[in-house]
C-alpha cells in the first residue's frame, strides 16, 4: 500500500545573450526588440569579388535602451521555472561579428521579481491520506492468522464492511488488497505529511461482532473458524502515528503521534482525524507505529503487535518510486511449472509460486 516532481529553475552562470532581431524568448519572458540593424551593401553585380570587409564595417549596434516614462511603471521580468533565457543559435554569430546584445533584464529601469523560496526546510512536501481499522489477516500460508488484528492503510483502500460508508467499526481492506505492513516514500529533503484518522471500533468489546467479507469464513486449514472467539485486542482505543528518526516540523505538540511528558496530546481518538508533518533529513528507513496502546495483547507490544506498524523509505534525492522492485520477468521465473513448463494455478486461478525457486542472475 503505498503512495507518489517539483520543476526546477535552469541557471546559467554566464551572462545571458539574445541576438537583437528576437521578439521573445520561450516560456513567456517578454524581450524587447533591438533597434533594427543597418543592412549591409552589398557590392554590384558587374564587380569583382572584394576582400571580406573587417567585422565591424557595415554592422551597427542596437540603438540604446530608454528609460521608460514617469509616468508608467516599470516593466516587470517575472522568472518562472520554464522561463529560462537560453542563448540561440543566432548568437554566436552576432558576437563573431562584434556585435552587442541588451537583453530586457539588463534594460535599466527594470525590476527582476525571482520564484519565491519554498517556505520551511521541505523541498517539496508528499502528501498521505491513512486510516487504522480493525482487521483479521493471515499471517503465512500455512493459515496462521491473528483474528483480532489492526491495521494501517490508504483511506482510498479501505471499504464498509456494512453499506457504503466506511467509519469507525465499519471499515475492511478493500477485497482486492491483501494486509501488510504500510510503506511511505519520500525523498531525501522533503517532507511527509499525513492526514490521518482513527477508525477502530469504539469499544473493544464490539470487535468481537465484526464480521469482515473481504477473509473467508474458516482457515484453509485446519479450518477453524476465522472469527474473535477471546477477546484479546487493547483497550484503549485512542491511535496515531509516530515515526522514529523524523525530524516534526510543527513540535511534538502535532507530529510526534503521543501523549508523553509535558506535550500536549497528539493522538487521535475514535473517529478523530490529525495531520502530522515529518522532515525526511537522511535517507533510510524509519519505524513508524501507533502510540494509543504502546503495550498489551498477548505479545506486549499494544496496537503495534496487532498490526499498527509500517515503514517511511526515505529514497535519495531525486528518486523515482516504482509500485514493486519484482519485475514481470522475475514474478514469472518463480512461478510453479510441470516437467512439461505448464504454469500450474491455485483454485483462483492464480499462478502458483515457487518458494523455493532459485534466482539465475
Known amino acids: 500500500m503505498t503512495l507518489f516532481s517539483a520543476t526546477t529553475l535552469a541557471q546559467d552562470g554566464g551572462a545571458q545573450s539574445i541576438p537583437p532581431n528576437a521578439a521573445q524568448a520561450s516560456g513567456g519572458i517578454d524581450i524587447d526588440e533591438a ?6 551593401e552589398s557590392a554590384p553585380v558587374s564587380e569583382s569579388p572584394r576582400p571580406a570587409p573587417p567585422p565591424e564595417v557595415g554592422v551597427s549596434p542596437p540603438a540604446e535602451a530608454t528609460e521608460p516614462p514617469a509616468e508608467q511603471p516599470p516593466p516587470t521580468l517575472h522568472l518562472t521555472a520554464p522561463s529560462v533565457l537560453i542563448k540561440a543559435a543566432l548568437s554566436g554569430a552576432s558576437a563573431a561579428l562584434g556585435s552587442s546584445t541588451t537583453t530586457r533584464a539588463q534594460q535599466p529601469g527594470v525590476a527582476i521579481i525571482a520564484p519565491p523560496e519554498p517556505e520551511g526546510p521541505c523541498a517539496k512536501t508528499i502528501t498521505a ?3 487504522a481499522f480493525d482487521q483479521v489477516y493471515t499471517y503465512n500460508r500455512f493459515g496462521a492468522f491473528n483474528p483480532g488484528g489492526m491495521m494501517y492503510a490508504l483511506k482510498r483502500d479501505v471499504v464498509a464492511i456494512e453499506g457504503t460508508e466506511p467509519g469507525p467499526g465499519n471499515a475492511q481492506l478493500r477485497p482486492d488488497k491483501r494486509p501488510r505492513p504500510i510503506v511511505l516514500r519520500v525523498n531525501e529533503g522533503d517532507c511527509l505529511q499525513v492526514t490521518f484518522t482513527n477508525w477502530l471500533t469504539e469499544k473493544a468489546e464490539l470487535v468481537e461482532d465484526l464480521h469482515f467479507n473481504n477473509q473467508p469464513e474458516e482457515q484453509p486449514y485446519p479450518h477453524f473458524p476465522v472469527r474473535l472467539r477471546k477477546n484479546n485486542t487493547t483497550t484503549t482505543r485512542t491511535a496515531s502515528m509516530h515515526v522514529n528518526g523524523l525530524d516534526y516540523v510543527n513540535g511534538p505538540n502535532e507530529d510526534d503521534g503521543a501523549f508523553v511528558g509535558n506535550n500536549a496530546s497528539s493522538m487521535a481518538g475514535v473517529g478523530q482525524s490529525k495531520i502530522y508533518t515529518w522532515f525526511a533529513a537522511k535517507q533510510g528507513q524509519y519505524l513508524l ?3 494509543g ?5 498477548e505479545g506486549d507490544n499494544g496496537q ?4 499498527l506498524f509500517g515503514s517511511v523509505n526515505v529514497e535519495p534525492p531525486g528518486a523515482r518510486w516504482y509500485r514493486s522492485q519484482v519485475t514481470h520477468e522475475t514474478l514469472r521465473a518463480a512461478y510453479a511449472r ?3 513448463g505448464v504454469v500450474l494455478k491455485n ?3 492464480t499462478p502458483r509460486i515457487n518458494y523455493e525457486a532459485v534466482y539465475k542472475g
Open 289 to 291: 507505529y501507533s502510540m
Open 35 to 40: 533597434a533594427p540593424t543597418k543592412p549591409v
Open 304 to 307: 503495534a503487535g496487532l498490526g
Open 338 to 340: 510441470t516437467r512439461f
Open 293 to 297: 496502546a504502546p503495550s498489551g495483547n
Open 129 to 131: 491520506n491513512v486510516v
Open 347 to 349: 483454485e483462483n486461478g
